[in-house]
């Protein structure tokens, strides 16, 4: 997941050096980024819980 993270912020860095911060198409990969990473906080929430 920390991959899919990775390049999901730096997909979304390149857009934003070709598009402008509001243009749908960085929307859409921003959107896509914060869906990531709260799963991935999900996850992480998950484990931790299941140490107690």
């Known amino acids: 997941m920390k991959r899919e ?3 999901a912020r730096i997909e979304l860095y ?3 050096e070709e598009f402008n911060l509001t ?3 960085v929307l859409l ?5 914060d ?3 709260n799963q991935y906080d999900e996850l992480l ?3 931790k819980s299941s140490l107690k």
């Open 5 to 7: 993270i990775e390049r």
């Open 14 to 16: 390149e857009l934003v």
């Open 23 to 25: 243009d749908p198409i």
């Open 29 to 33: 990969k921003s959107k896509e980024l």
């Open 35 to 37: 869906e990531l990473l």
């Open 45 to 47: 929430l998950k484990e």
